[in-house]
Nanobody, 131 residues
Framework: EVQLVESGGGLVQAGGSLTLSCAAS????????IGWFRQAPGKEREGVSCISSSDGSTYYADSVNGRFTISSDNAKNTVNLQMNSLKSEDTAVYYC????????????????????????WGQGTQVTVSS
């Protein structure tokens, strides 16, 4: 059974930091890209960052570039999202997702993560940034 379990969300003041974790199981981790997405109330789900489990290449949305860092621990089948300098507009439910064979290079070229390319999703974790 494929499972993606997010953890690490919570309430933080603006300017603070949080680290989200995504624990994956039930599939061959190295064959997938792992992405972080978020959805704020009344807004569409958007891609935040993604990483290739095979070569470690990464992509960040402009809104988080320089503040967020994605990393992968292939031995533990875990992907972390370190979020620094948090802003109120970062408030959202954050989801991790796995995409088989998804090209992080495509995200780099297009400037967006293709949400429809992701096959498996976690249940989400709430991040609330107070101003």
């Amino acid at each position: 059974e494929v499972q993606l379990v997010e953890s690490g969300g919570g309430l933080v003041q603006a300017g603070g930091s949080l680290t989200l974790s995504c624990a994956a199981s039930g599939f061959t981790f190295d064959d997938y890209a792992i992405g972080w997405f978020r959805q704020a109330p009344g807004k569409e789900r958007e891609g935040v960052s993604c990483i290739s489990s095979s070569d470690g290449s990464t992509y960040y949305a402009d809104s988080v570039n320089g503040r967020f860092t994605i990393s992968s621990d292939n031995a533990k089948n875990t992907v972390n999202l370190q979020m620094n300098s948090l802003k109120s507009e970062d408030t959202a439910v954050y989801y991790c997702a796995a995409g088989a064979g998804y090209s992080v290079g495509a995200a780099q070229a297009m400037g967006v993560i293709a949400i429809y390319e992701y096959d498996y999703w976690g249940q989400g974790t709430q991040v609330t940034v107070s101003s």
